[in-house]
């Protein structure tokens, strides 16, 4: 079966400049996430969805971070305006209800 | 609040020889599920292993093995045989189980395998 699917695989903005990543997760998973993995560190949860709906995004920066799932399928991942501190990876993964979260290659994000 | 502690510095670990890489944990939740994952330097995160924390077996999966020890509230990842290709960081993480099932991960582990 496919893979989560992520893009761009890499990303370089100035700080204050506005970015969006797209997520298409494995088919079926109707949960989906995206986490912020910053050099040296484990990734950190942003949000959960189930289906079009947010399970979790109490560890979403809601002032300059937004995202979406349409249609409970795809998702995109917004930050407007960039910090200098977002630099990170963006990784999206996926799950059936209860199973284990299956990870895309990420987004390497560089902020100058 | 649950929390993974990963304290091992850089692992190395000669070719066709066993190591374990260790993870302790600390929840309040009744049930919980424990993980592993591998993390090359091309970034991919890839799925290793699974550990309830009802089961009563430790969970294997080809080469990788979990040992769980509850009481010691540790789920160390044995990797047997090792393999050029196992070179990589490691991350323990641990969810609830239900709906609200993020992921909560370790600083990780680097691994190196010497030929």
């Known amino acids: 079966e496919a893979g989560v699917a992520q893009s761009p695989r890499y990303k370089i903005i100035e700080k204050r400049q506005s970015v969006a990543f797209w997520c298409n997760p494995i088919?079926?998973?109707?949960?989906l996430y995206w986490y912020q993995q910053i050099l040296g560190q484990g990734p950190k949860l942003l949000i959960q969805?189930?289906?079009?709906?947010?399970?979790?995004d109490s560890q979403l920066p809601k002032d300059r971070f937004s995202a979406e799932r349409l249609k409970g399928v795809d998702s995109t991942l917004k930050i407007q305006p960039a910090k200098l501190e977002d630099s990170a990876v963006y990784l999206c993964a996926s799950s059936l209800v209860g199973g284990p979260q299956h990870f895309g290659d990420g987004t390497r994000l560089s902020i100058l | 609040a649950q929390k993974i502690t990963q304290t091992q510095p850089g692992m190395f670990v000669q070719e066709k020889e066993a190591v374990t890489l260790d993870c302790t944990y600390d929840t309040s939740d009744p049930s919980y599920g424990l993980f592993w994952y591998k993390q090359p330097s091309s970034g991919e995160m890839i799925f290793l292993i699974y550990?309830?924390?009802?089961?009563?077996q430790n969970a294997t999966e080809g080469r990788y093995s979990l040992n769980f020890q509850k009481a010691r509230k540790s789920a160390n990842l044995v990797i047997s045989a090792s393999q050029l290709g196992d070179s990589a960081m490691y991350f323990c993480?641990?969810?609830?189980?239900?709906?609200?099932?993020?992921?909560?991960f370790g600083k990780g582990i680097t691994l190196s395998v010497r030929p």
């Open positions: 969805f189930q289906n079009n709906g947010v399970v979790d």
């Open positions: 550990q309830g924390s009802y089961d009563q």
């Open positions: 088919s079926g998973h109707a949960t």
């Open positions: 993480a641990m969810s609830r189980t239900g709906a609200n099932s993020k992921l909560t």
